[in-house]
């Protein structure tokens, strides 16, 4: 079977970018750096992690909103610590037609400041709240980094969910509840990772408290795929966000945030594909099992008459399948789907047909087993569970087997490619210090913190805590 | 039962905007002139229609892409009338942080100039043809008239397919396969509508020629819903999107384009609706049949049960049903049920339990028919059906009865909100000049052009054709 040229164990990167131009994702040939074209394939995996993402909002009672691009540049404004932190990352619309405009606007880098004027207008009296909203969107932020496919790209497709609440308590159970979904939706998607409640200096901009969402990938640097935000009432005060209170008094509600991106769709590729190609979860491919009809002479319209028969069967029993029934080799066939992640073949040919079997084969293993027809729906169900259940230990070992607690900057200086703790002293500096020696980034503190009596890795006063660091991207 | 404050008889435009907001579909208090928040139950809708739309795309074997929102000027200005037709209705991003961009970079108005540089990529050989493509995205333009909910608004719902073929009979072939995924699309949706060829100097920037989609809404104006256009090799000249031929040869494509937007909606609510709210044909309904237990003191328990059990078997069918059992008057949920246009309602009370029975509602009629549980199911479909009829029907009739056929100006004079026919010579001048004196729009001629004996209505001359005319929006 065809490899690509680029092995993943050599140079995760060059495998990572040619996985994605040859199973068919995204194109990178757009003029604007950072802005590519998705492609069918891609673009149908984004949208089944869409269908989840909705799947899970609408279980937990939100409601799904669309809410314009543009912002001005005076409700950008309002919040001080939101806007020093994106000022610097957002593209500006200055003119419309030959006309320049009597105010600037910016295409949103997240909504906040879309959304928060009119939740002030919406939110009367407590018997409004909680409010419960989500969007799945375009947003844009101007990277100078360099930019990788569905990772760091500055045109993102995006999901936010943003609640308001009547205090700190019960915008607290929600961050509960998003730990939850987090927990769910990932799972589903067989991709382990980590919380971390991000130090003070690099939380979300306004936000009181910043969850991440981290994952490691196979190249030893942990992927931000999605983060929590406790706001308190950080931006209400600001959008004057208040409700009227069952004793009649006015208060501000407390907010918080829950956002994802296409990131998660780098992470399927990254963690994983192998060096034929994507590996897809089957809850997110488009198609489930492709059909080959193996042709021998003379018995061409059985065989096809086979696989389509076999093929109606599982549309109707809800099975995402089709017939590959291009003129060209199985054998090419097979490295074509095989690139595109389906997680399952189905091979028919003559001796399956005299004998009531087919063939199937597991994308991820690479196994094959014959199955009689009258128990091919089973087969396959359990094949899909199977499959999703094998790659999410894999990775699970992977990301645990590269975290290690060591204590101190010398001995976590053998560990690269690892997400490393330290025992800390809750200091900044000395975090700082961590990162230059180590070249690393700090991730956080786990949400339960740890107490620890070594001495923190950076200066001589006692840790409190740990700090976890990895490279980043 | 309570009605609109302003009658849609009386007049249709603050008829119109009182329905947008009491039934939620959107927030027209976003800052930005045009740009409007889209909420829950609008953005439901929205996107069933959407998913109507992917369904006719699907099924004509159209694949679905998704291309960057920014444009780089160079691209946009390399077909001349294409410019010359959007330079004064785009958005220009400028800036980007502080800094001033080497580039602009447009909003897209549409996206044949984000496009068409990779099409000349992708495309290599005859057998790379026809492409079929399609997306569903935001776009942008500076509109200066006044803005209205849906019907004209600045941030667009949009879809656009973009075809490429050998020539240009291949091209119109594919005319023809829009013409007909029209025609069942606005039937699902029992929006009559009636195709016009545009004039030459009204066509779409670029375009050989431009079909659109026009129905007459109760205003007495005409709303486009869309169009389809033939581009000939207008843009694959500029753009270099060529293909090898068997022969060897190298040769331009033909190229079409069927675009729609979220006008759909906006005809939906206009044309549909009455005093007492929207009338959703049940195909886009987020909702199609609400439960509203009809409580009686100390059976309550027994009157809920029943709702949530007769939920039950609905969801089973696959009937999208919820039962409201927020505590309120039976009376002002049915008000909230029918502003937001939910086709069916249920009413289940102590007498419909003791029959066996419950009580149907129509949205459209109001008529009420009690059945027989056992029955209710093939009851409710046929209530589907019945419906999307008559609503189809009556909005048939309306457009059908103000299209009037007239031989001269002074005859055209008397037919105020109606869709008048001219004969005309094909004089542009002509055309003009009844637009001035009708206070109307060309909307063009019928796709099949009607041969005439009279004199055009304009000039003296013997008219070759007939023109349509009419108030537009």
Redesign the interface.
């Known amino acids: 079977m065809p490899e690509t040229k680029v092995k993943k164990e050599e140079d995760f990167h060059e495998w990572y970018n040619e996985i994605v131009e040859l199973a068919d994702l995204c194109?990178k040939?757009?003029?604007?750096k950072g802005?590519?074209?998705?492609?069918?394939h891609g673009?149908?995996i984004m949208?089944n992690i869409d269908s989840m993402i909705r799947e899970e909002m609408f279980s937990t009672n939100h409601?799904?909103?669309?809410?314009?691009?543009?912002i001005?540049e005076s409700?950008f404004k309002k919040e001080e610590e939101h806007i020093e932190g994106f000022?610097?990352?957002?593209?500006?619309?200055?003119?419309?037609?030959?006309n320049e405009l009597e105010e600037k606007?910016l295409?949103r880098p997240t909504s906040e400041t879309?959304m928060y004027?009119?939740f002030s207008?919406w939110i009367r009296s407590h018997s409004d709240l909680p409010l419960k909203?989500f969007q799945i969107v375009?947003t844009?932020r101007?990277e100078t980094k360099q930019t990788r496919a569905f990772i760091r790209v500055r045109?993102i497709?995006f999901f936010e969910a943003h609640t308001c609440h009547v205090d700190f308590e019960d915008a607290e159970k929600q961050i509960e509840e998003y730990k939850d979904t987090a927990r769910r939706f990932f799972r589903k998607l067989c991709i382990p990772f980590i919380f971390n409640k991000r130090p003070d200096w690099d939380k979300f901009a306004g936000a009181y408290y910043t969850i991440s969402i981290d994952t490691l990938m196979p190249s030893g640097r942990t992927l931000q795929l999605g983060s929590i935000h406790q706001y308190r009432d950080n931006f209400a005060r600001p959008f004057n966000i208040t409700y009227e209170d069952k004793d009649g008094t006015h208060k501000f509600c407390h907010q918080t945030t829950y956002g994802m991106s296409e990131r998660i769709l780098g992470a399927i590729v990254g963690i994983h594909g192998d060096n034929k190609g994507l590996i897809l979860p089957p809850v997110i491919s488009p198609i489930k099992v492709v059909i080959i009809p193996i042709i021998f002479k003379g018995r061409e319209k059985e065989i096809i008459d086979r696989c389509r028969e076999i093929n109606e069967k599982l549309k109707k029993e809800g099975i995402e399948s089709l017939v590959d029934e291009r003129e060209d080799t199985p054998g090419s066939k097979f490295y074509d789907w095989e690139l595109k992640g389906v997680p399952v073949r189905i091979e028919i040919g003559p001796k399956e047909i005299e004998r009531g079997t087919v063939v199937i084969a597991r994308r991820d293993t690479g196994e094959r087993i014959e199955v009689r027809e009258e128990n091919l729906v089973d087969e396959l169900n359990k094949t899909f569970n199977l499959m999703s259940e094998t790659i999410y230990q894999r990775a699970k070992e992977f990301m645990e087997s590269h975290i290690v607690r060591v204590k101190n900057i010398e001995e976590a200086k053998k560990y690269k490619g690892y997400i490393v703790e330290l025992p800390w002293c809750g200091n900044k500096d000395c975090a700082i210090r961590m990162e230059e020696e180590l070249d690393m980034k700090t991730l956080g503190e786990p949400l339960d913190r740890i107490t620890v009596k070594d001495k923190c890795a950076s200066c001589d006063k006692n840790g409190v805590t740990i700090v976890r660091l990895a490279k980043t991207y």
Do not use: C
């Open positions: 194109d040939r757009y003029p604007i802005m590519n074209v998705w492609k069918p673009w149908q949208q409601k799904e909103v669309y809410f314009p691009l543009l001005p409700f000022s610097q990352e957002v593209f500006w619309v200055t003119h419309a037609g030959d606007w295409l879309a004027p009119l207008l909203i375009n844009f101007y045109e497709h």
